[in-house]
């Protein structure tokens, strides 16, 4: 167990270490006094077992939270601890008292202790220490409940000390006792109906602990606490039913389920505190720990209710003390066994193989490397009851972050793929646990997986990297080539034009060479105009200077003067919902991408009217979506995809998009669809949050 440093001045240390010396030395004491006593051993010596389980166990729970923080809970745990001490040495004086005293001799007044002293921390525990687990203040309602379970608390202590017992055979021993006959009558239904309301509220301290859980997914350890509740509350039930009468069987049976209870109800705390590191405590303990004192309670539980079964099942003579005996061994050992699987899950998670194969199904079935890594990164989270998992490459930036790792101490795991580091796994333990060696073990052997994982990821991004600079290397020779025609070839050709229009004007009327110089005239006029519209789709001036969308509505148009009707539908004057501008590079490939398609339409689809769309944004995942669905005779069977097509698919796949084909509306005429990134398709250091819009596109 390793503490670190909390808030400065909200721990307690001379006190922790004082409720811990009282409380382990009434324990002791009260065992020293038990060998002295010698008394018989019968159900009240298992209720002293229980008095003096609380004092050690709250005793320690007490101390640690003290020591990092003075905050009710904690005081309200040392009154447990304390008030269990105090009972399980007053019950050992007595047996001493007994065994020593005459017959008649009056029962001593201190004697009380015995069943008042533990009243108030243990229905303290179970009525209001549920609602003071959080970090923020209980809710009005939770206000009342605990009003209620304080009244509830002074009710019994207060009927406790009124009791006339054992009067009018003798004194009584309560300092406030009642003498009263009719009073006398109601102190045992009072006291049934009092703990009744125990029970009941019990549970409703229970079902609040459930409602936090449900409704706060990060509300570690409330599903337990509500558990550990509801387990203590309904150990009262019994004294609510039969009041301490009936067989002996029974009336044992009522303390060694509390003895359970009260093993399991501490652990509960803990594990809020610690997992959701209230009150800024902050403290970790050993996964084996944890396994070993998990495992030991559940070994214990299961002899335990052997035994009370045992009791409890009719049986004579030896032979039947042993069938007993065996019978609910045998029957129970399935439940125990389940309950280890259970125990070894909630520590360790699940084995190794058992991750892999996860991770395995994953990586077959994510849409790119990115996700696939990010997917492994939450199958192992959620495998290995991981706190959080971070994943570096080689250069040590982030690629994917499951978790918050800050202020955790962190397990680096190398990441080899034939020999050569391509990464690290950064692992931290859930709040309030420290990884163990088989966590070390499990995570060496899923190590490769996730490195392959890395290095894949790692050469998709350096392909695409290397697409993207082709793609700009493309865009550039493009805007040279239109420099080039748009400057110096288009100009020379007028420039040719002119001189054939001087010559033509040089010859005399009527020369056989006049026809000849006014085609040739024409004809390079022809090739200007060729020229110019050339050098514009290369590079649309439309493009550069106001955007996206007005170069689609030029192109539009320029198409409309062949009969097409075009329309032209966007979220927004940039074709984004957020309305900031579509990157270069992308509208390059856009416009690019529905000339080609518009083209097609015009020379093959026989089509009269045609619809452009244009969407996406943040709510699409960041990626463009455009389509161009006409309403022509569609794709012949057998088609095979031309130059221009092909070339549209490669600059679409350089930034990481994609073009499909397909019937349009109806399966009438074509629809040709383009998802391409507004940003890089894998770029370091993302989130879970942010590839969740990718997947969903």
């Not at 002295?36 to 640690?64: C, I, K, P, R």
């Not at 040495?89 to 004697?111: E, H, I, K, Y």
């Not at 539908?569 to 509208?587: K, L």
């Not at 022509?632 to 069977?637: K, L, M, V």
Request: aromatic share 4%; charged share 20%.
């Amino acid at each position: 167990m390793t503490a670190r440093q909390g808030p400065v001045g909200g721990g307690r240390r001379v006190p922790a270490v004082g409720v811990l010396a009282v409380s382990w030395g009434l324990a002791l004491t009260a065992l020293v006094l038990m060998g002295a006593a010698d008394a018989e051993w019968d159900a009240t010596q298992w209720f002293f077992v229980v008095d003096t389980a609380d004092a050690v166990v709250y005793g320690l729970v007490a101390a640690v939270v003290l020591s990092r923080r003075a905050h009710p809970v904690a005081w309200l745990v040392a009154l447990t601890a304390v008030g269990g001490g105090v009972a399980a040495v007053t019950a050992q004086a007595l047996a001493l008292w007994a065994r020593d005293a005459g017959d008649g001799a009056a029962v001593p007044s201190w004697s009380v202790l015995q069943g008042t002293a533990w009243v108030p921390g243990t229905l303290a525990l179970v009525l209001i220490v549920p609602y003071l687990l959080a970090e923020h203040a209980p809710s009005p309602a939770a206000l009342t409940a605990i009003a209620a379970g304080v009244v509830l608390v002074a009710g019994l202590v207060a009927l406790r000390l009124a009791d006339p017992w054992p009067w009018p055979e003798g004194e009584p021993v309560a300092p406030l006792a009642v003498r009263d006959a009719g009073w006398a009558d109601l102190v045992v239904p009072v006291q049934r109906t009092l703990l009744g309301c125990v029970v009941a509220l019990g549970l409703v301290a229970a079902g609040h602990a459930v409602r936090r859980r449900l409704r706060d997914p990060a509300g570690r350890g409330l599903g337990w606490l509500a558990i550990g509740t509801a387990l203590v509350a309904l150990t009262f039930l019994p004294l609510v039913l039969f009041a301490g009468e009936g067989p002996a069987a029974l009336r044992l049976f009522t303390p060694l389920t509390h003895l359970a209870s009260q093993a399991f109800f501490p652990a509960a705390v803990l594990v809020v505190v610690l997992r959701q590191r209230l009150w800024g405590i902050d403290l970790v303990v050993s996964r084996a720990l944890v396994w070993w004192l998990l495992t030991g309670l559940l070994v214990a539980g299961y002899f335990l209710t052997v035994a009370v079964l045992g009791l409890l099942l009719p049986g004579d003579g030896a032979l039947g003390k042993v069938l007993a005996t065996a019978a609910p061994a045998a029957g129970i050992q399935p439940a125990r066994g389940w309950l280890q699987r259970r125990v070894d899950r909630l520590v360790h998670g699940e084995a190794a193989a058992g991750a892999l194969s996860r991770v395995g199904r994953h990586l077959g079935s994510a849409p790119g490397p990115q996700e696939a890594l990010t997917g492994m990164a939450q199958n192992i989270a959620a495998s290995f009851n991981l706190g959080s998992v971070h994943v570096l490459d080689e250069d040590g930036k982030p690629q994917v972050t499951v978790g918050d790792p800050e202020g955790l101490e962190q397990l680096a795991v190398a990441l080899v793929v034939r020999r050569r580091a391509v990464g690290t796994l950064l692992v931290t333990a859930r709040p309030g646990e420290r990884l163990d060696r088989r966590a070390r073990t499990a995570l060496d052997e899923v190590a490769p997986v996730v490195a392959t994982a890395v290095h894949l990821a790692a050469v998709t991004r350096e392909l695409r990297e290397s697409r993207g600079k082709l793609a700009a290397a493309r865009d550039d020779e493009r805007r040279a080539l239109r420099r080039e025609l748009h400057d110096q070839l288009g100009p020379a050709l007028a420039g040719i034009g002119l001189g054939l229009a001087a010559a033509r004007n040089q010859l005399p009327a009527g020369s056989p060479a006049d026809p000849l110089l006014a085609r040739l005239r024409i004809e390079v006029d022809a090739r200007v105009e060729e020229v110019r519209v050339l050098a514009r789709n290369l590079v649309p001036p439309v493009l550069a200077e106001l955007g996206l969308l007005p170069a689609l509505r030029e192109l539009v148009m320029r198409h409309e003067a062949d009969g097409l009707a075009v329309v032209v539908h966007a979220d927004s004057d940039t074709g984004r919902p957020d309305g900031a501008p579509v990157p270069q590079e992308v509208a390059g490939t856009v416009y690019a991408v529905v000339a080609e398609a518009l083209r097609n339409v015009v020379r093959h689809a026989g089509a009269r009217t045609c619809t452009v769309t244009v969407t996406g944004g943040p709510d699409a995942g960041d990626v463009l979506t455009v389509s161009v669905e006409d309403d022509g005779h569609g794709i012949t069977a057998g088609a095979r995809p031309g130059v221009g097509t092909q070339s549209l698919r490669e600059r679409a796949e350089a930034l990481g998009g994609r073009i499909d084909w397909g019937p349009g509306e109806g399966g009438h005429g074509t629809r040709l669809v383009l998802r391409v990134p507004l940003r890089p398709a894998s770029r370091p250091g993302r989130t879970t949050g942010e590839l969740e819009g990718d997947r969903a596109t």
